[in-house]
């Protein structure tokens, strides 16, 4: 039990320290426009990569679960209507929960 | 204050704080999941709890729990959850410009750098904004998550699972929802989000879990280095 919290508390102090780390970068690093570049696409690749992984796969293989996928088609739909934000998430999760509770997916 | 006699103005400075609340508590009541899941690997009530209040990122504490869970090398499933959390630090080098903290309140803005703020933070039109969204958001995931945390360790999750309310789409569509305006403006923007995308689930089959998300990274080096130029988000 012991190992366990060692494990719990490293993987803490870990995640804390690289999160720091981004904050903590000298600014004039990010004076190169290159780096100011990268640094601004990078949230633009992880999230879209992190959507696509979140909706498509379960573990290690692509997993396309009709409720999830429909969801995703409810939040494209509601963005490409102009939809404020909140109304996007709402619509996404209740298509989802509706197919769900229905037995239709 | 009624909406309608809200001024534009007014409407502005609202709606950071609003989205940011609203992303919170959709996505933080994921955590009752994470307790859950955590519980059921072997950890105690205590250290799922620990977890989220300490480490305070989905992707890493997911993956420390499927280690214990798997009786796998503690040290070894350590050192993979903190490989994971190296997303935060990609996102800290775009918010250390918005957010400028100093002194404690890097110490404290540290803790929140996860998907979800930079998210937010980023779909903002101004620093002001930007700001806002990113403490509304903090503020409030911070404490769901936690209290979401504990309600599922202690067994809440037997009451209905969150993926029956749809909660498994949220961050998802959250994530699509806010670089939606970036990839509408930039065709740069949208070969890297095309190009992130393949990498992640091409590499999904292959490589532990959240490694692909982080490789994806990779697209947004090749946008940098074959077209420079910057294109909208705060300041």
Redo the contacts between chains.
Sequence with gaps: ?T??????????????A????????P?RL?AS?????????????????????????S????DLDP??LA??GA??AA?ALRA???V??V???????VL??AGVA | MSAQTATPQQAREIRPV??GI??GI?VGISGVAFGAAAVGS???AW?AC??SL????GA??FA?AGV?AAGGS??A??AG??LL?????????????V?Q?RGLS??L???G???ET??IT??QPDLVSGRKAFSATFCTLYLTWNLATLAGAVGAGKIGSP??????????????????P??RAGR??RA??????A???GL???LP?GV???L??V???G???L????TG?PA
Excluded at chain 1, 3 to 16: E, I, K, Q, S
């Design positions: 039990m190992g366990t919290w060692v494990a719990v508390l490293a993987t803490a102090a870990g995640c804390y690289l999160k720091l780390a981004g904050l903590t970068v600014p990010l426009p290159r780096v100011r570049r990268f640094a601004e696409l990078v949230p633009v690749a992880l999230l879209a990569a992190l959507a696509a992984v979140q909706s498509a796969t573990g290690h293989s692509i409720a999830r969801g995703m939040a494209l963005l404020p934000f909140l996007v998430i619509a996404a999760a209740a298509t989802a929960a769900r509770a | 609003r989205d609203g992303l959709a072997g950890l105690t250290q620990a977890l300490l480490a305070f990122t890493s504490q420390l214990v503690l040290l499933g350590s959850a903190i959390g190296s997303r935060n630090t990609l996102y800290g080098l775009r918010l250390a410009d957010l903290p890097r110490l803005a540290a803790q750098v996860i998907d930079t998210a980023l779909a993926q029956s309310f749809g909660i498994d789409v949220v961050g998802p569509a959250a994530f699509i929802a806010l670089i939606y970036r990839l740069t923007e890297v989000a095309l190009a992130a995308v990498i992640a689930l999904t089959p292959v879990a692909p998300v982080i994806a990274s697209a947004a080096l946008g940098a280095l077209s420079p130029a910057a988000g």
